[in-house]
């Protein structure tokens, strides 16, 4: 079921690091992909919600984030930037093509997190859903 309230899910696995991001458009939603690395059989953890204001973690200055409204992605369980062997985590504006996301905008990995804004064209109901092997976090934002 989709609303618009935060959502939340725990990790069952261990550190990960998020080593790709897209946006699918879909019949009827816009589905955001973040793709993590990790333990095989590991579930990322997720916290899912909108914000009034993008602001970044831990710095407290403000994102800036194409759009009219916010949804916040924290991923959880990942390895800081600085304990990866593997790639870098993308930061940053990525490139997005949907119908409702307008952009999406990689934060910093701080304290087993890795923070991402995605801007919408208005607030809209979603569902987010995380799975293993590979490790995904997948935020489904319903189109009109």
Do not use: N
Not at 41 to 68: I, L, N, Q
Not at 76 to 97: F, H, I, Y
Request: proline share 8%; aromatic share 6%; glycine share 12%.
């Amino acid at each position: 079921m989709a609303d618009t309230a935060e959502q939340v899910g725990e990790a069952s696995g261990s550190s990960a690091l998020v080593t790709s991001v897209r946006v699918v458009p879909q019949p009827g939603y816009d589905e955001v992909v973040l793709e993590l690395s990790g333990d095989p059989g590991a579930v990322p953890g997720f916290r899912v919600g909108y914000v009034d204001t993008p602001v970044g973690d831990p710095s407290g200055r403000p994102v800036a984030v194409e759009g009219s409204a916010y949804l916040q992605v924290l991923v959880s369980g990942v390895l800081g930037v600085d304990d990866a062997s593997a790639d870098v985590s993308p930061s940053g504006p990525l490139p997005v093509s949907g119908e409702v996301v307008t952009q999406v905008v990689a934060g910093a990995s701080f304290e087993g997190l890795h923070q991402f804004f995605v801007g919408l064209d208005a607030q809209r109901s979603f569902r987010v859903r995380a799975s293993a092997d590979p490790g995904r976090v997948v935020v489904q934002i319903l189109t009109p």
